[in-house]
């Protein structure tokens, strides 16, 4: 299973350059691209999914727009979720599929739109993100993505 692609060739996902200093502060960088703190991801996939799933939790969709940074996806086949054999790039399916509730996405010819949900719902994701972090003094962000992680659940249990 862990051979298995998610994609049928390689593409590209696209997220908006406005955002390059949320995903370094989330990456432990200053504005300078510095080490300044310790980092919650790695590379720029864990960023850009959080960024998704925010979006997605809050319904919150938007253009990526023409000044942009790009992933492969090979970049997301690559990159595993945790110590699991699950890649990164199960969860840019599960994303667009959740905001679509539109399984017919998993088709190879419906590939690009599939992709363009999941940059949508992160664009969107990245926006929310920059309005949490403007009324929080916490330079690392971890104290927001704390907060967004404690409505999340408490949304879920009281969905239960």
């Not at 980092?39 to 996939?45: E, G, I, V």
């Not at 850009?48 to 970049?75: F, K, M, Y």
């Not at 840019?92 to 949900?117: C, F, H, M, N």
């Not at 309005?131 to 690392?140: F, I």
Request: proline letters at 4%; glycine letters at 6%; hydrophobic letters at 35%.
């Amino acid at each position: 299973m862990a051979d298995q692609k998610h994609f049928s060739s390689s593409q590209t996902i696209h997220w908006p350059t406005e955002f390059a200093y949320i995903v370094n502060m989330l990456k432990g960088l200053d504005l300078n691209g510095q080490p300044s703190h310790d980092p919650l991801y790695r590379y720029n996939t864990g960023p850009v999914l959080l960024a998704a799933t925010i979006g997605l939790a809050h319904n919150r969709e938007r253009d990526v727009g023409p000044s942009r940074q790009e992933i492969s996806t090979d970049t997301f086949e690559s990159h595993r979720l945790g110590n699991t054999q699950s890649s990164l790039a199960s969860l840019v399916l599960l994303i667009a599929l959740i905001g679509t509730q539109d399984v017919e996405l998993l088709r190879p010819d419906r590939e690009a739109e599939l992709i363009r949900k999941f940059e949508r719902y992160a664009a969107g994701g990245f926006e929310y993100l920059r309005g949490a972090l403007s009324t929080s003094d916490d330079v690392t962000g971890q104290a927001v993505i704390r907060e967004e992680i404690r409505l999340a659940l408490s949304a879920q249990s009281d969905q239960i």
